[in-house]
């Protein structure tokens, strides 16, 4: 079943194309893996899907309804850094997820009380239980993504977008942000676009793996044309390309390679 | 070694920070002795005997007409007014900057005119102000906030601009209102810049203080430095301008104490 639908998108800034003809269709559930080159548009695709920009042309529909203009609590998001509060200890952070919907942006009295006691829960699950009451900035970086996933999750969203979620950890930090990402999805279905310039990391994760690329060059002026999505690969069984997208002017580009 | 890979141990940095204050003291010292020496009734460098006696004197010594001691009450009456001053500019600087900062149709309409508001000098401002108000403590205390609010406003709404976009972004995915995001996202953060503010814009509040007090009064600080400066007692006003001085350290230093008590998140972000 279709959830998220997306058809024939541009975004330009100014005169600048970033994007063009992006179309795509992602089903519930699924879990979608974005790379390309730096500057190519991926953050950018990631802000139209959470609805912080409108596309310059084409539409995005999530359960058939266009988006309204502004993000809400259907798409969570986590960005590779700034994505807590840092003026919140690590267990406000994950109450501000329930509070922050109020009419003040907390909660008070009973409501406060039960909030922190399901936030300790999570804090317990993940492994943070011990920071609890630290500020995020004494925090490790794997141990504050952890805390941004945790907190976006604390909303459940339908969709989650991941902007390089992993790409300031070490790689053993990684692996445990792996299981620990596939653990929580096992729990909560939900549809995920993550963007990362690790390409084993968006094989062993997505279901499937979206590129990226510009198919159309000019060499003297390289911002004249924007990207597009130029492959599309099933990643469940280890990466077997499934479907090449099709150059819409015929040519091949040489910068069309996912390992680009 | 080059210079600027040396540091000062523990008692040379001590003996470093004293050093421009024993020298100051000793030049001073050396002057007054020298216009003593030439004539013992000179009034314009007492001695530090003289200014300790009158600093004792005028710090206990009740006022033969009033009966109160009017150091006292001159600290007190400026304080109060100093406070009141600074206070208001705070909360409009506080609700403005955010507002400013977060929202970008108040932005479009405020942020040029409290740009031309902010050039416009407070102290050609106070004739209009003992005009409208009255010479009373309403028009000190406006000069105070009129003074230092524009740099207040336009420093946090600088400061909310700089809030990272992801952290807001953030709130409206978890559900948060404009009016949510201003105060359990904002508002906190801003907090610990509005002191930093406060204590940058002291030393203009304290100018325009004792400005107005110089101007019309019959008490504080100011009144009474611009009083005794008809009797050349150079002992009182030495006296009250150290006292000043204290008092502006010390609210200062405070300041920075309770900027990291209240906010210790805030230094750990560095
Ligand atoms: N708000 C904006 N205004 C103008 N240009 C922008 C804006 N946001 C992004 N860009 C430009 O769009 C291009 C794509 O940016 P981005 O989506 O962040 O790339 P990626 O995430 O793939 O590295 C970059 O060249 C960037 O400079
Ligand atoms: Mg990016």
């Known amino acids: 079943m279709t959830l998220v639908q997306v058809d024939g998108i541009f975004q330009s800034y100014g005169p600048r194309p970033i994007l063009e003809r992006v179309s795509l269709s992602v089903g519930e559930g699924e879990f979608i893996s974005i790379v390309g080159a730096s500057g190519c548009g991926k953050s950018t695709f990631l802000r139209l899907l959470l609805d912080q920009e409108r596309p310059t042309r084409g539409q995005i529909t999530v359960d058939g309804q266009p988006l309204k203009g502004e993000p809400d609590r259907t798409r969570g998001i986590v960005f590779q850094r700034y994505s807590v509060f840092p003026h919140l200890t690590v267990r406000d952070n994950i109450v501000a997820a329930e509070g922050l919907s109020r009419p003040l942006g907390r909660l008070f009295g009973p409501a406060r009380r039960a909030a922190r006691a399901r936030a300790d829960a999570t804090l317990d699950r993940i492994g943070l239980a011990h920071v609890a009451h630290q500020y995020p900035a004494a925090l490790s970086g794997g141990m504050q993504q952890r805390l941004a996933i945790a907190q976006a999750l604390a909303a459940k969203p339908r969709i989650l977008l991941l902007d390089e979620p992993f790409g300031a950890l070490d790689p053993g930090t990684r692996e445990q942000m792996h299981a620990f990402l596939t653990d929580l999805r096992q729990e909560t279905p939900m549809t995920v676009f993550m963007v990362t310039h690790d390409l084993r990391e968006a094989f062993k994760l997505g279901d499937r793996v979206i590129v990226f690329d510009k198919t159309r060059w000019d060499p003297h002026d390289p911002a004249a044309y924007g990207a597009t999505i130029t492959y599309d690969f099933d990643a469940r069984n280890g990466g077997i390309p499934y479907q090449l997208k099709e150059d819409q002017d015929g040519s091949s580009h040489p910068a069309a390679q996912p390992a680009a | ?270």
């Open chain 2, 1 to 270: 070694m080059r210079l600027i890979n040396r540091y000062p141990g523990p008692v040379g940095r001590v003996a470093l920070a004293a050093l421009p204050f024993v020298l100051v003291g000793l030049v001073y010292a050396q002057a007054s002795a020298a216009r003593l020496a030439e004539n013992p009734q000179d009034r314009i460098l007492p001695s530090f005997a003289t200014l300790g006696g009158t600093a004792w004197r005028l710090l206990t010594e009740e006022d033969r007409r009033s009966g109160e001691i009017l150091f006292w009450g001159d600290t007190l009456s400026s304080l109060s007014l100093l406070a009141a001053g600074v206070g208001i500019a705070a909360l409009l600087g506080l609700v403005l900057g955010v507002a400013i900062g977060l929202i970008p149709l108040i932005r479009s309409s405020l942020q040029g005119f409290v740009a031309v508001v902010s050039m416009i000098p407070p102290l050609a401002v106070l004739p209009i102000l003992f005009i409208t108000l009255g010479v009373g403590d309403t028009a000190k205390i406006a000069l105070i906030a009129i003074g230092i609010t524009p740099f207040l406003i336009r420093d946090l709404t600088a400061r909310t601009l700089e809030l990272p976009q992801e952290q807001v972004v953030k709130a409206q995915t978890l559900g948060a209102s404009t009016l949510g995001i201003a105060l359990s996202v904002a508002l906190p953060q801003i907090l610990p810049r509005l002191i930093s503010a406060i204590r940058l814009s002291l030393g203009p509040a304290w100018l325009f203080l004792i400005a107005a007090e110089a101007v019309a009064s019959d008490s504080g600080l100011g009144y009474r430095v611009f009083l005794v400066r008809r009797f050349l007692a150079m002992d009182v006003i030495l006296t009250y301008v150290a006292w000043i001085t204290l008092l502006a350290f010390l609210i200062d230093w405070g300041l920075a104490r309770l900027s990291r008590w209240l906010f210790p998140w805030a230094e750990a972000r560095g």
